[in-house]
């Protein structure tokens, strides 16, 4: 489906970036352009893929309407990846993570149908479903932007993906852990109480290319994901790494968090499927009767909330996760 396509990822210079590139490149397409306002990272990514003529780097930045439309010319498909993601940020500037996670958001849905581009896939959050802080609200409306894109054209179609915790990506909770471990540092822990979604790098691509191959528009997929106990997560990294001396300092809830993710929401789960053994497929409430017709054989969830605290991974399945990433080395 990609073989000779021109594909456009916003956003493209972060963990998912380099991971969904190296993968589209197996498929042959005409050419990747790869969007983002960071020049060094950019020039990093290009050494990493030595140069290859396939890869097209463009400064820019999804706020500026002229610069994605530019973007957007002769693309078939968009990757929308470009966010501002740590919730923290988010909360002490949310008028900066409105201009990037909505404003950004609605000047590639404007773009995309501007220059006829085939097909939009966004990346949203798991603090996006019942949203508490402002990183959260921001991406629940760019889930919406993006479904109501698919009334907005009869040609470009939009599907956004929901991801839980990418292990081992910039900025997450492992490397940090693992940091702190290694330099004998005892580790903050905000709530012991506290479960969270968790997926490899793999995992968040192959999802955000099902989206883009399976879907026919209006659709959000969810992958069935595994969760654990942050606690859990830390001792195991402990243990395995022989520094019994480290302890766990429970430091308090910071401003917009949850003790609990949710991936499908009570009000979501009536129209949501059971796309196949990995995936999730959320409808939106009033569907088109394209999208009745194409999912109504597939058997509805039999669940009210798909929450990160129902089913925990235990130790020893936490620590085969970390290994298979590679992360316990």
Not at 269 to 281: A, D, I, L, Q, R
């Amino acid at each position: 489906m990609f073989q000779n396509q021109v594909i456009l990822v916003t956003g493209a210079t972060g963990s998912w970036g380099y991971e969904l590139v190296r993968q589209l490149l197996d498929f042959d397409p005409k050419e990747i352009r790869l969007f983002s306002r960071n020049e060094f990272a950019q020039v990093n990514m290009k050494r990493f893929f030595s140069n290859n003529p396939k890869l097209k780097f463009i400064i820019g930045d999804v706020r500026d309407y002229l610069s994605i439309l530019e973007a957007c010319k002769n693309v078939d498909f968009v990757f929308h990846l470009a966010a501002l993601k740590h919730v923290p940020v988010c909360e002490d500037q949310p008028t900066e993570a409105m201009k990037t996670n909505v404003k950004g958001t609605e000047n590639v849905v404007r773009a995309s149908i501007l220059q006829g581009v085939k097909k939009v896939v966004d990346v949203s959050s798991d603090k996006a479903v019942e949203p508490i802080n402002f990183y959260g609200m921001t991406k629940a409306i760019g889930e919406k932007l993006i479904i109501h894109g698919n009334s907005e054209s009869e040609n470009t179609r939009f599907v956004c993906i929901r991801g839980g915790n990418v292990l081992g990506t910039n900025g997450s909770v492992v490397p940090f852990f693992k940091k702190l471990i290694l330099e004998g540092e005892d580790i903050p822990i905000t709530s012991k109480l506290m479960t969270r979604f968790f997926l490899t790098i793999s995992e968040a691509i192959q999802l955000l290319l099902t989206a883009a191959l399976d879907s026919i528009g209006g659709e959000t997929f969810v992958m069935k994901m595994k969760s654990c106990k942050i606690v859990d997560l830390a001792n195991v990294m402990i243990e395995h790494m022989g520094k019994p001396n480290i302890e766990l300092k429970e430091i308090g809830i910071r401003p917009g968090e949850k003790i609990h993710e949710l991936l499908i929401s009570e009000h979501e789960s009536p129209h949501t499927h059971e796309f196949n053994s990995n995936y999730y497929v959320i409808l939106p409430t009033n569907p088109s009767n394209l999208l009745q017709n194409q999912y109504h054989n597939l058997p509805k969830v039999n669940f009210k909330r798909y929450e990160s605290s129902d089913a925990l991974m235990s130790k020893s399945e936490i620590r085969d996760l970390l290994l298979k990433g590679g992360f316990l080395n």
